[in-house]
């Protein structure tokens, strides 16, 4: 066996240990280094889009240049351009640095009044409501020619950013002895009323004025969210992970009523296939920790933003695994000492009995989402330092 | 007026994925449009 392949299957027992929330060898260092390393390299975003010889020169480069021992999403991206001028239309759209970001107005496409059929049978709603509003290419004077072929060019594009992301996930592995943590992604059904029918203003107001119709649809859409992973096997040291997007607006009374039933619901049924759940908490989450305690117990990664994670640690660090802790913003505006200096009261604080993996709190996405000096120094810190013995 | 999106679904269901039987249409019909969404 290589020493390449050795270190992979270290990592791997490393990472299974973690997040069963049992004491591993030591603390493992996790990359989210997501479209910060363009920036790295002198690059933007826009210009690996369009070119996998630049995708795989920052790949290379981060994985040079900075210790991990696993990556939770890499410089590769699963949207492009193309793909929405095809489909005219869609609820991304990108700067110009070739970074993604929601369009203003395109997400609510859905009436208020609509809920009952997108409870009746939501794959026929999807169908007959929200894409021919939601895109050009499905309205209903396209005629079905055009529809076949646009599809077509569709699929182009997906098999393109499929590309990307086995460039990525092959260096990574082959070259580097790091496999990629996150085995699949998906919403909680009441964030994808969210972020793909009703925007935040429209959710908020029916939460307000039919609660009701909202938790059911959240029930409606638990199959739809588990039918997106069903192909998916859990694996050793991976995890199918959860971003949550509305949690933090809600207070408890509201979030118990329509969030919590679809949410609970969601995450028993992939723990019951056999899955370990990473839960992506952003923002602010200890109005919420009641609930967080009766998930699962060590079935749950929880990936936490803005919460002091020693209070984490201490409400919820016997119920499940925690990740992250280091800013983003400390990672570019501190200087190399302090960085170490929080560093190192994470490792002393966090890592006793397990369960911590450190990493940042948030996706490295912009240029001001780290400063590389501090980013060498805090990783090879923690290899070193996050060693129990 | 009528839409042909479930008929276009169906026949690269059909000739794209490969599905045979009507419960692989189905399937595949479902597949496609929450890739869409």
Not at chain 1, 16 to 37: E, G, M, Y
Not at chain 1, 115 to 136: C, S, T
């Amino acid at each position: 066996m290589s020493s390449l392949e050795q270190a992979r299957l270290e990592r791997m027992q490393i990472m299974d240990d973690v997040i069963n929330n049992r004491q591993p060898k030591r603390v493992p260092v996790l990359s989210a280094c997501s479209t910060w390393a363009y920036y790295y390299k002198g690059y933007k975003p826009l210009d690996g889009l369009n070119s996998e010889e630049i995708l795989a020169e920052v790949t290379r480069a981060i994985y040079t240049d900075f210790y991990w021992d696993v990556v939770d999403i890499g410089p590769a991206v699963a949207h492009h351009p193309d793909l929405y001028e095809i489909l005219g239309g869609g609820t991304f759209t990108f700067n110009q640095e070739g970074l993604h970001q929601t369009r203003p107005g395109a997400v609510n496409v859905m009436q208020p009044d609509e809920y009952p059929e997108l409870i009746k049978d939501p794959y026929g709603y999807m169908l007959e409501y929200i894409l021919p509003r939601r895109y050009a290419l499905f309205a209903p004077d396209v005629d079905f020619r055009t529809k076949y072929e646009g599809i077509l060019k569709v699929f182009a594009v997906r098999d393109r950013i499929a590309r990307q992301m086995k460039i990525h996930n092959d260096i990574a592995e082959k070259e580097f002895g790091l496999f990629n943590a996150v085995n699949g992604l998906l919403l909680a059904p009441v964030d994808f009323i969210l972020d793909y029918l009703r925007d935040f203003s429209g959710i908020m107001q029916d939460i307000k004025r039919r609660p009701e119709a909202v938790r059911e649809a959240g029930m409606a859409l638990v199959q739809y969210a588990l039918d997106g992973v069903a192909n998916i096997k859990p694996e050793a040291g991976k995890t199918l992970l959860i971003p949550m997007h509305l949690p933090t607006f809600l207070n408890p009374r509201d979030f118990e009523k329509v969030y919590w039933p679809s949410y609970k619901a969601l995450v028993d049924a992939l723990v019951e296939r056999g899955h370990i759940v990473k839960c992506a908490f952003e923002r602010k989450y200890e109005h919420l920790f009641d609930f967080l305690q009766e998930l699962p117990k060590n079935k749950i990664v929880g990936v936490f933003e803005d919460d002091d994670i020693r209070v984490v640690k201490k409400k919820l660090g016997d119920r499940m695994a925690i990740q992250g802790g280091l800013s983003t913003q400390a990672l570019y505006y501190a200087s190399k000492e302090e960085c170490l200096d929080i560093v190192k009261g994470l490792i002393d604080d966090l890592a006793p009995g397990g369960g911590y993996i450190f990493g940042t709190n948030k996706s490295m996405i912009h240029a001001t989402d780290g400063n590389p000096e501090n980013l060498k120094a805090v990783n090879e810190f923690v290899h070193e330092y996050g060693v129990y013995r | 007026m009528e839409n042909n999106n479930r008929e276009v679904l169906e026949k690269i269901a059909k000739e794209v994925l490969g599905a045979k039987t009507p419960e692989e249409v189905e399937k595949a019909v479902k597949i496609l449009i929450k890739s869409f969404m």
